[in-house]
């Protein structure tokens, strides 16, 4: 049986979680109040720490899941995510528009990455 890890584990929820050659992300937010750029690239800097830490980097990353609050903000957050996406190495995405856990919360990204 695949070994599962858990790291920065909470009653909630785990930050990381390594199944076999999989890492998967906690939902990763920004500076609650900041502008949709700023929240992203805040969120962007924590996926390249978590995904460090678990062995891996941003071109391991299979799949991403994107959350606004508003999709007015679409341009905005894709300047930031096409300026941090190495060429050549765009994964599956996804962005729609949902209610955040906090009105002051303009985004959320959720990452499945490959380990290496």
Request: aromatic share 6%; net charge negative.
């Amino acid at each position: 049986m695949t070994e599962i890890t858990r790291k920065h584990t909470g009653q909630r929820m785990s930050q990381i979680v390594i199944h076999g050659e999989t890492i998967y992300l906690a939902g990763q937010v920004g500076t609650a109040g900041a502008s949709v750029e700023q929240q992203t690239k805040d969120c962007l800097a924590k996926i390249d720490a978590l995904l460090a830490e678990a062995g891996s980097s941003k071109t391991r990353i299979l799949q991403t899941v994107i959350w606004l609050a508003d999709m007015k903000d679409f341009a905005e957050m894709n300047a930031v995510w096409d300026a941090w996406v190495p060429e050549g190495h765009a994964p599956a995405r996804a962005c729609g528009e949902a209610k955040l856990a906090r009105e002051d919360l303009l985004v959320e990204f959720i990452v499945t990455a490959a380990k290496g």
